[in-house]
């Protein structure tokens, strides 16, 4: 009789899990976005209410971490759940520099390589990604067709996407005219009248891969589907449509931006970089209201995030790269570095998680998590089984509230670009050394994350024990990667 109820009562648990299962999933990534520029982070000037709201139905995280200080690494962490330490990709590194058969793109992921789409394909859920990919040319091992996308419609190349109006946009294999005359992604203009009209295409790169994005939650309304969209704002160029920079004070801009700090000049560069904030909160909005529109919303595991913080400067007093201007907005809201950077203005990203059925709405957790972690949370999200030797921990008990881990694995930081930096996050504080491949690397330095975000008290003097465990960290989890080299440092 017991064993008849103990099966009676597993059989109902379940039946119940599997109910709650989300059906979809759909992972949303902002390019370039800072810790401080949405709404529900204390932004206090950029309009973002469809993200906002999000926060608001969902739970909010506060010390979420992106894979790499910039682009293609930390999407290669997100894809594959290794850290930085064992990623294949842990930088910017053009794939024609080894590749030389390839004209654009980034150096690719291996054939081998188990990423998060191929586990959701091989579980029977169609697979698309519209946006900005960066982990391998079309046609090479890292081609988004053979890393589990049944579907890619946009940039393979993020130098190419450093323009919003290019000559073409990929469709699988296939190359999508969509502009007979593209914009370039950098220029200057030292003199005279600067122009928005002079900067702007027949047709915004954006719009095209938003469509795609809501023609596949269509075509598969009746078919579980994991969907992911790293769209391409607010990496510079600033070049949003004049419509939305229109939105924003003409008086928030005092001079023009004249190309001086890279790509493109533009006659009001604040008013454009929130409107492309705003293009992106839009863009958000527009796919919450597709999925409500097919009954999907409350099925669907919404993620939102940035593979990095905020544009860093440029050298002009005013103007960082592209024409950012961060002070102006408080974009890293006090946290100390920028893209680029291990420290926390660089990696400490937003962070928002919906799905009522399991996910508490307007919630904030300070649970810490990262890239890596994101491969067996969505697994167990959906009940598949995550591959062996993944990096990351499974987040999603403490994303739902079932429980918060008592501690977590250090998180892992080998960034070999920017002079060569390492960073690991041993409980709340950070370790981390910078300018390791310079003539003079900088000391290491030890901060208390919890008490100190801002990074301006370093505790190295009084806790070598930190650093020692970090060098046992980094030693134990690099591995050697000969396409991204960097020696690690001692103590």
């Known amino acids: 009789m017991r064993s008849t109820l103990t099966l009676l009562l597993s059989s109902i ?19 370039d976005l800072g810790w401080g520029e949405l709404g529900c982070y204390g932004q206090e000037k950029i309009r973002t209410p469809h993200i906002d709201r999000l926060a608001k139905e969902g739970t909010r995280f506060t010390h979420h971490y992106s894979g790499a200080p910039v682009c293609a690494p930390s999407r290669c962490v997100l894809m594959t759940g290794k850290h930085l330490g064992h990623a294949e990709i842990r930088g910017n590194l053009q794939a024609k520099v080894n590749f030389p058969e390839f004209k654009e793109g980034q150096h690719p992921i291996s054939a081998g390589l188990a990423t998060l789409a191929e586990t959701f394909k091989a579980a029977g859920f169609a697979t698309g990604a519209m946006g900005k990919w960066g982990l391998g040319p079309v046609g090479s091992t890292g081609d988004p067709n053979k890393q589990g996308f049944d579907l890619f419609f946009g940039y393979n190349c993020q130098a190419v996407a450093h323009s919003f109006y290019p000559r073409y946009l990929w469709r699988n294999g296939e190359r999508i005219l969509i502009n007979e005359k593209p914009v370039p992604g950098n220029a200057k203009q030292p003199e005279g009248p600067v122009k928005m009209e002079d900067w702007i295409g027949k047709t915004y790169a954006s719009k095209p891969i938003l469509e795609e994005a809501l023609g596949f939650i269509e075509a598969n309304k009746d078919h579980r589907f994991f969907l992911y969209l790293p769209f391409t704002e607010p990496h510079v160029s600033m070049h949003p449509p004049v419509k939305s920079v229109e939105e924003y004070p003409k008086e928030w801009d005092d001079k023009p931006y004249r190309g001086q700090c890279g790509y493109l000049p533009h006659p009001r ?25 097919l009954n999907l919303l409350d099925e669907t595991l919404i993620v939102f995030t940035s593979d990095n913080g905020t544009t860093h400067k440029g050298g002009d007093p005013q103007f960082g790269i592209g024409g950012v201007d961060a002070e102006f907005f408080n974009s890293t809201r006090g946290l100390s570095g920028f893209k680029g950077s291990v420290r926390e203005g660089g ?21 810490p998590g990262y890239f890596a972690d994101w491969y067996p949370t969505l697994c167990a999200a959906f009940g598949l089984t995550a591959p062996a030797g993944l990096d990351g921990e499974n987040l999603w008990p403490a994303i739902t509230g079932d429980s918060a881990p008592a501690t977590r694995k250090p998180m892992v930081w080998v960034y070999p670009e920017y002079g060569g930096q390492v960073a690991v996050r041993i409980g709340n504080f950070m370790v981390l050394r910078e300018n390791l491949k310079t003539k003079k690397p900088s000391p290491w330095q030890v901060y208390d994350i919890a008490a100190d975000p801002a990074q301006a008290n370093d505790l190295s003097s009084t806790r070598s024990d930190l650093i020692t465990r970090a060098v046992e960290i980094l030693n134990q989890q690099t591995s050697p990667n000969p396409a991204f080299p960097m020696d690690l440092p001692k103590p």
């Open 269 to 293: 560069p604040r008013a454009a970089y929130a409107a492309m904030i705003s293009d992106l909160d839009r863009h958000v909005g527009a796919v919450v209201d597709k999925l409500r529109a």
């Open 13 to 31: 648990l379940g039946l119940a899990a599997a109910q709650a299962a989300p059906r979809n999933v759909v992972f949303i990534l902002a390019d």
């Open 347 to 367: 990696l400490r990203v937003p962070m928002i998680i919906r799905y009522p059925a399991s996910v508490k709405a307007g919630a904030v957790s300070d649970v």
